[in-house]
């Protein structure tokens, strides 16, 4: 019995021990190329512990990335559209799951019925109708033309976040507060989303991920390379045209630092996607 | 809570005003597109521009083109392949993290790790890796004594290219699929396992009868969701691959991006749209309808 448990403890530690390496491995391998110098990401094969670490390629990226702009810029532009989305998205998602928490009424089955079924939609296959609005509103190449609809397609989702939050808040306070005079508004600002804060959060956080990751939406839209949120400002890089060698350390570096924010902001709100996966919290 | 409700019965627009601003959205930008293009799937562009009705040509034209109908076919078989890797390596991990033993949480937190970077930047990470003569990928190997030099160029070759682009997406997929799997496990009453060990039965039987048949529900959600995820992964492959070398991972949603967007031949380009988007409605529905029941 005893040597059975003991086997079983080192089948379960070695499987442990492996899954950690293979998870970690392409991970260790953009700190590697990351620490590179130009000369040494061309050794083949490719070396682990460079011989240099190269601490540069996070600071000069800064400035420039190979011969294109600089990650500043990037950043800039992915923290502007990530704003813009939670910004927009939380907007239309607030009074939606406020009314849907609290009002009963015709079309209410429906509506949350067409909230789910629209967050199934990928953005990918609307994507010709959705540039030929974009171009009809003369929105294409604006940050505003990607907001409208990386926080359309990340709304569904919040709406579904706070609806749950709002739910948690007891209705016999709404009623106090109506007793006492208060407007709706009131009840919603004073007393509905402080006690809620936590769903608020969690939709604010879901929202700028979702738009800091977004990459179909400001490939289509957006040309000009100076308003390139980092995750396409990566890819023009890799694929311009008549690019030869690609400073791939450098790739690596802006990668790093432009995973960092999004890594932080996902490890707050975790557990809560993992308790909503349930009505379909899809990323990416 | 009565009294509530009645006085806010008497404002009966209030709740339409409110939602206003979300339907607004949810129709411009969704439910529109989704009528604009199934209605201009019908239509033949001329190269000036006008419009004329032309019935099913489109979709006659479509299929017999042999490049939609390989990259139909390439993602019939992406979309079986990702799911089954999903439903069980998903569950392998899952299970390995429910067993009670010590490091169950840091691994846990380790397998968050891919789902939380921005996918676009892991896939950068992967194309790099898994580069012939300098990526990290083949280096393990060639420490391994499995290859030797020359090396293979992975994304290069029809086969590599289209494991590679499958690991990155099975890669980044499985934390979310991990996670439903565990929270399925989780669920299952303890008692249901005191009472199959009083009665004698062996790890394999527990599985068998009591863990298996308990993650029915669990393993339908999985199957229908990474269907309709596997469906649209546009950005893993426009990264690592862009469909290429030739069409040998192209998927309908970047062939449908290259017509739309490299070829400019917006007719046909809607017309595999409105097929795509069928498919993804079927499964979305069956999904839809099976948790709104829950």
């Not at chain 1, 813009?84 to 939380?90: D, H, I, K, N």
């Not at chain 1, 009131?186 to 989303?193: F, G, R, W, Y």
């Not at chain 2, 999903?86 to 392998?92: A, F, K, Q, T, Y």
């Not at chain 2, 090396?151 to 990155?168: I, M, Y």
């Amino acid at each position: 019995m005893t040597i059975w448990k003991i086997l079983e403890k080192i089948l379960i530690y070695s499987f442990a021990f492996m899954l950690s390496v293979i998870i970690m491995f392409p991970i260790i391998s953009m700190i590697s190329t990351s620490l590179k110098s130009w000369s040494e990401l061309w050794i083949s094969p490719a070396i682990w512990i460079p011989n240099t670490i190269y601490f540069d390629n996070y600071i000069k990226v800064w400035q420039k990335i190979g011969t294109g702009l600089g990650l500043t810029i990037y950043f800039r532009n992915s923290m502007i559209i990530a704003s813009g989305t939670v910004l927009l998205s939380l907007m239309l998602s607030i009074p939606a799951a406020y009314t849907i928490s609290r009002y009963k009424f015709k079309g209410r089955k429906e509506f949350m019925f067409l909230i789910l079924i629209t967050q199934m939609i990928p953005p990918i296959i609307l994507i010709m109708s959705l540039f030929t609005i974009m171009k009809m509103f003369g929105l294409l190449n604006t940050y505003l033309g990607v907001i409208l609809i990386t926080s359309t397609f990340s709304m569904p989702y919040s709406v579904w976040i706070l609806f749950t939050s709002f739910n948690a808040v007891p209705r016999v306070l709404d009623e106090a507060a109506m007793l006492d005079g208060c407007s709706e508004l009131k009840i919603l600002t004073n007393i509905i989303i402080p006690l809620s804060w936590h769903g608020i959060i969690t939709a604010m956080i879901y929202a700028f991920i979702y738009g800091w990751s977004d990459f179909l939406i400001s490939l289509t839209f957006l040309r000009s390379s100076e308003l390139l949120p980092v995750t396409v400002g990566i890819f023009n890089l890799l694929y311009s045209p008549g690019t030869v060698e690609i400073p791939w350390h450098e790739v690596m570096s802006s990668s790093i630092l432009s995973a960092i924010p999004v890594m932080i902001l996902f490890s707050v709100i975790r557990k809560y996607l993992v308790r909503g996966f349930s009505m379909g919290g899809i990323k990416g | 809570m009565d009294k509530v409700k009645r006085s806010l019965k008497t404002f009966s627009l209030r709740p339409y005003f409110f939602l206003l601003p979300s339907i607004f959205f949810l129709f411009l930008f969704i439910i529109y597109p989704i009528f604009e293009i199934i209605y201009s799937s019908f239509f033949y562009i001329t190269p000036k521009g006008e419009e004329r009705f032309v019935g099913l040509q489109n979709y006659l034209d479509l299929f017999s083109d042999s490049v939609f109908v390989w990259s139909l076919k390439n993602t019939i078989l992406w979309v079986i392949l990702r799911v089954t890797l999903m439903l069980i390596l998903g569950l392998g991990i899952a299970l390995l993290i429910n067993y009670p033993f010590r490091g169950n949480s840091i691994i846990e937190t380790i397998l968050i790790i891919p789902w939380a970077m921005p996918l676009a930047i892991v896939c950068y990470g992967w194309k790099w890796m898994l580069n012939g003569p300098y990526g990290h990928f083949n280096s393990l190997l060639n420490i391994l004594g499995l290859i030797s030099q020359p090396f293979p160029e992975w994304l290069g070759s029809p086969l590599g290219a289209f494991l590679g682009v499958l690991g990155v997406s099975v890669y980044t997929g499985l934390p979310f699929t991990t996670l439903i799997y565990l929270s399925g496990l989780k669920s299952i009453p303890e008692s249901l396992y005191e009472a199959a060990l009083i009665d004698g039965a062996s790890i394999w039987q527990r599985f068998r009868y009591i863990t298996l048949p308990q993650l029915r529900a669990v393993v339908i959600t999985i199957i229908l969701l990474e269907t309709i995820i596997s469906f649209g992964s546009f950005t893993t492959v426009w990264i690592v691959t862009l469909g290429g070398p030739l069409h040998y991972t192209e998927l309908i949603v970047t062939y449908l991006y290259k017509v739309a967007f490299e070829f400019f031949n917006w007719a046909k380009a809607f017309t595999i749209a409105t097929i795509g988007f069928i498919i993804l409605f079927i499964f979305s529905f069956i999904y839809i309808s099976k948790t709104w029941r829950e």
